[in-house]
């Protein structure tokens, strides 16, 4: 198992959607829906972290994710470091978890970890001190956890608390996606009605990652009747050469655009995690017409982390 659960199933660190009980992930998303008006200003939530002192670690590029956490983790009064891979002594060689055990010494108590390998923040768990928390944004292509959680808070936001009831389509390059393999285990979790995958067979996982659900690559079929659609980047940085023919078929075949999205329900609405590679996997209109639930995802981002930080940390 993953270990980010202690002898009395609660969470000590988060590093994986993957098995976790639906009442640990409907507590989270409960919590988070609350705190959303706290998400946006106020210092009313300052004492809940007052004294610990968190740190941003990340070995890859980050826009949302870090600063989400860091605002997150400021609007519940904790001592924030941000730790740049780019200006740090891992330049001259220091390994990952020298590093976690330098900051460890300095009193930092909780540990926010982007990494490009697989596996790497949980490896980082193993090492880290009883009582040290250690918080998965994102390892290779595996794991997302607060990108699964914000996602499922949107839709339980647009489409109600009953997942039972709701159709949802992924679309794009599953093979690289993080986000996607997170949401599927959210949205198996909670009992999603009906979970789609749409992409060309290069970038759709084997194994065992789609079981339950249904798989096609014939966009305008699987978009009938959705009442979400979530599109993925593609991954260009992920990729190995020949997996799509050119950016232009991709986009022909796999693309969202707004004549495509009337094949969705009427009131379907749009997701993408971001960033977006506009004109690629979806169009300006799209992106950025009424059905779209992208800003609402990066502001949701704020509240899944407050309510991730005061879980673990508070
Ligand atoms: N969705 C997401 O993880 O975005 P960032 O890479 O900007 O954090």
């Given at each position: 198992?993953?270990g980010?659960?202690?002898?009395?199933?609660?969470?000590?660190?988060?590093?994986?959607?993957?098995?976790?009980?639906?009442?640990?992930?409907?507590?989270?998303?409960?919590?988070?829906?609350?705190?959303?008006?706290?998400?946006?200003?106020?210092?009313?939530?300052?004492?809940?972290?007052?004294g610990?002192?968190?740190?941003?670690?990340?070995?890859?590029?980050?826009?949302?994710?870090?600063?989400?956490?860091?605002?997150?983790?400021?609007?519940?009064?904790?001592?924030l470091?941000?730790?740049?891979?780019?200006?740090?002594?891992?330049?001259?060689?220091?390994?990952?978890?020298?590093?976690?055990?330098?900051?460890?010494?300095?009193?930092?108590?909780g540990?926010?970890?982007?990494?490009?390998?697989?596996?790497?923040?949980?490896?980082?768990?193993?090492?880290?001190?009883?009582?040290?928390?250690?918080?998965?944004?994102?390892?290779?292509?595996?794991?997302?956890?607060?990108?699964?959680?914000?996602?499922m808070?949107?839709?339980?936001?647009?489409?109600?608390?009953?997942?039972?009831?709701?159709?949802?389509?992924?679309?794009?390059?599953?093979?690289?996606?993080?986000?996607?393999?997170?949401?599927?285990?959210?949205?198996?979790?909670?009992?999603?009605?009906?979970?789609?995958?749409?992409?060309?067979?290069?970038?759709?996982?084997?194994?065992?990652?789609?079981?339950?659900?249904?798989?096609?690559?014939?966009?305008?079929?699987?978009?009938?009747?959705?009442?979400?659609?979530?599109?993925?980047?593609?991954?260009?940085?992920?990729?190995?050469?020949?997996?799509i023919?050119?950016?232009?078929?991709?986009?022909?075949?796999?693309?969202?655009?707004?004549?495509r999205?009337?094949?969705a329900?009427?009131?379907?609405?749009?997701?993408?995690?971001?960033?977006?590679?506009?004109g690629i996997?979806?169009?300006?209109?799209?992106?950025?017409?009424?059905?779209?639930?992208?800003?609402?995802?990066?502001?949701?981002?704020?509240?899944?982390?407050?309510?991730?930080?005061?879980?673990?940390?508070?």
């Amino acid at each position: 198992m993953s270990g980010q659960l202690d002898d009395a199933g609660k969470l000590k660190h988060l590093l994986t959607l993957e098995g976790m009980p639906r009442s640990v992930l409907e507590a989270l998303l409960k919590r988070a829906d609350a705190l959303a008006t706290h998400a946006h200003g106020g210092n009313g939530m300052r004492g809940v972290l007052h004294g610990k002192a968190v740190c941003t670690l990340f070995f890859e590029a980050s826009t949302r994710t870090r600063c989400s956490f860091s605002l997150a983790a400021q609007r519940l009064g904790a001592d924030l470091l941000n730790f740049d891979a780019s200006t740090a002594s891992t330049t001259k060689g220091e390994t990952d978890v020298d590093t976690l055990k330098t900051l460890e010494a300095m009193g930092v108590h909780g540990f926010i970890v982007r990494h490009k390998m697989d596996g790497a923040v949980a490896a980082l768990a193993r090492a880290a001190l009883p009582g040290t928390v250690l918080i998965n944004a994102g390892d290779g292509r595996s794991n997302h956890p607060t990108q699964g959680l914000l996602d499922m808070l949107t839709l339980q936001q647009a489409k109600g608390p009953d997942f039972s009831a709701m159709k949802v389509l992924i679309v794009g390059d599953v093979k690289h996606s993080r986000v996607a393999r997170s949401d599927l285990h959210a949205l198996h979790a909670l009992r999603t009605g009906e979970v789609r995958v749409c992409g060309p067979a290069s970038l759709l996982p084997g194994g065992d990652t789609l079981r339950g659900c249904m798989v096609g690559d014939d966009l305008d079929a699987m978009l009938d009747g959705v009442d979400a659609v979530m599109m993925l980047r593609l991954q260009r940085e992920r990729m190995v050469e020949g997996l799509i023919t050119s950016l232009e078929d991709y986009h022909r075949d796999f693309g969202l655009t707004k004549a495509r999205l009337q094949h969705a329900a009427p009131d379907a609405i749009v997701m993408h995690p971001g960033p977006m590679n506009r004109g690629i996997e979806i169009t300006d209109d799209v992106a950025d017409g009424p059905q779209s639930r992208v800003l609402q995802q990066v502001a949701n981002g704020v509240a899944v982390r407050m309510a991730v930080l005061e879980t673990l940390l508070g």
